[in-house]
């Protein structure tokens, strides 16, 4: 009788057991199965937007994003030499279409993901009105901006300039960062009194307005439009992480957390 | 081929590497030959002092380096008091952070040197009636000519090769600080590698033909000659 009652206990305690075993193997291969991991080169003006974009990205699909942050141009050097990155996230247009020529894009996957918005700022409230007049007026002895050559705000901020016809004259006062955080870094820290920077570095996600100090959200009039591009790239066209993650950036989700961080909605 | 913007690069490198490394030797001598005879108890905490900027990324260096000399920062307020205005993005400016960031490859095969000499060649020129600096320069500089020789090399070639920090501090101003390490990475960020190429390939050249010459002049004076 207590053999029988014993044996009855040992028996539900293993098969019991047992099947939490296989739930928990079968989760498990579950997981394997369907969670995957997929490497993003990430343009570094884009570093907070996309930081929380990949935590929402797990959360909704279980799937993760390991994200790479530097200069567009860098990731596209590495991307040339085979790094193995499977979704780029660009500042600009220019490294999407030359990659595209290289061969190195999944067919018809390139999108605008993001319009970036330039702001002439100073560390100084008060200092920059919201017209930008001080650049004509002058009284300053450095103006940062990142590098033309290369950095696509750069770029967009010498249009600015030449639209207000003030380029040449202000250009011997210029220094320049190597990407669009070195420019805020010498203007943050007022060597430079202004400079051109991006609305992300400066916005205050609470308010939806600049921060600190005083600055001129630039108008895109004055300027070509600035679509931050990113492309599925042949090494991710097989793992289904990044072509989650390529369809996530258009989610409403991922949108409402690009205009938040002042970036501008591809139309 | 070379542009006349790579050439001022090239050039504007060899003046603050060549001033970097005298203030460099001007500086260290006194530094290395007090670490190498002192006693004091300060000595490893000045070794490690010296030692520091080989720690620190060349970026994060230069990023403290221009809150320091910022016009918010003591250095800068310093500079702006005695009318010198703030450092950053100005050729001395360049020159003072090439200085830290490359004194330990300074001090170190001095302090070396002049420890390797001991106390006996000092003995003998005092019981001589050589005072402490004549016995400096006719005794301890001829006796330590291979560390000066190495401080030198070292000195320099790592000023030139600098890219974080004088990129950092500099703001990469074209004919002021653009240097040519800024600029060859310039050129390859602007996808321009064939200027890259030939930049880089012109610097090699020259860094090789100036090494090349001061290893050749070292040889041509060994030590065991001087110590006849």
């Known amino acids: 009788m207590l053999f029988n009652s014993l044996k009855s206990v040992l028996l539900t305690l293993y098969l019991f057991s047992k099947s939490i075993f296989l739930t928990l193997f079968l989760f498990s291969v579950n997981a394997i199965a369907h969670a995957e991991t997929t490497l993003v080169a990430v343009a570094s003006d884009f570093t907070k937007p996309m930081t929380e974009i990949a935590a929402e990205f797990e959360k909704a699909t279980g799937h993760s994003a390991k994200l790479s942050f530097g200069s567009s141009g860098k990731a596209y050097t590495q991307i040339q030499s085979g790094a193995p990155f499977e979704v780029y996230l660009s500042a600009s247009e220019k490294y999407p279409l030359e990659l595209e020529k290289s061969g190195h894009v999944v067919a018809n996957s390139r999108f605008v993901y993001a319009i970036g918005k330039l702001v002439l700022w100073s560390a100084k409230p008060g200092y920059v009105d919201d017209q930008g007049q001080v650049l004509t007026k002058g009284g300053f002895q450095h103006l940062a901006l990142a590098d033309p050559s290369h950095a696509p705000y750069g770029v967009v901020a010498e249009e600015v300039m030449a639209h207000l016809g003030v380029l040449e004259k202000l250009r011997p006062l210029f220094v320049q960062g190597e990407n669009i955080s070195q420019t805020f870094q010498f203007v943050s820290t007022s060597n430079a009194e202004l400079g051109f920077v991006g609305l992300a570095q400066v916005i205050d996600i609470a308010s939806g307005k600049i921060g600190s100090g005083s600055g001129w959200i630039i108008p895109d009039t004055l300027h070509s439009p600035f679509r931050q591009t990113a492309v599925l790239l042949k090494t991710g066209a097989e793992n289904p992480a990044a072509l989650a993650l390529v369809n996530f950036l258009k989610s409403p989700t991922a949108l409402a957390i690009i205009e938040k961080y002042g970036f501008g909605l591809p139309k | ?228």
């Not at chain 2, 994060?60 to 009318?83: D, E, H, K």
């Not at chain 2, 996808?191 to 012109?202: I, T």
Request: glycine letters at 10%.
């Open chain 2, 1 to 228: 081929m070379l542009t006349s913007a790579d050439i001022a690069t090239l050039w504007l490198t060899c003046k603050v590497a060549g001033l970097a490394t005298v203030l460099m030797l001007i500086l260290g001598t006194p530094l290395a030959w007090w670490l190498a005879r002192t006693t004091s108890r300060w000595k490893g905490v000045c070794n490690a002092l010296v030692a520091l900027p080989l720690v620190l990324p060349p970026t994060v260096l230069g990023f403290y380096l221009l809150i320091l000399m910022g016009p918010s920062g003591p250095i800068g307020q310093l500079t702006t008091q005695l009318g010198l205005g703030t450092l950053p993005f100005t050729f001395g400016g360049l020159v003072v952070a090439s200085v830290l960031y490359s004194l330990p490859f300074v001090v170190q095969p001095l302090q070396a040197a002049f420890a390797a000499i001991g106390d006996r060649p000092l003995e003998a020129a005092a019981t001589l009636r050589a005072g402490p600096l004549d016995t400096f320069f006719t005794v301890v500089v001829p006796l330590a000519r291979p560390g000066f020789m190495t401080a030198t090399i070292l000195g320099f070639a790592h000023t030139v090769g600098e890219f974080g920090v004088v990129l950092m501090v500099g703001g990469n101003i074209p004919d002021k600080t653009r240097v040519v390490s800024v600029q060859i990475y310039n050129h390859v960020e602007a996808l321009e590698y064939d200027q890259a190429h030939w930049l880089a390939g012109g610097l090699l050249a020259f860094s090789f033909s100036v090494l090349l010459l001061m290893y050749s002049a070292l040889k041509a004076h060994p030590v065991a000659h001087q110590l006849k």
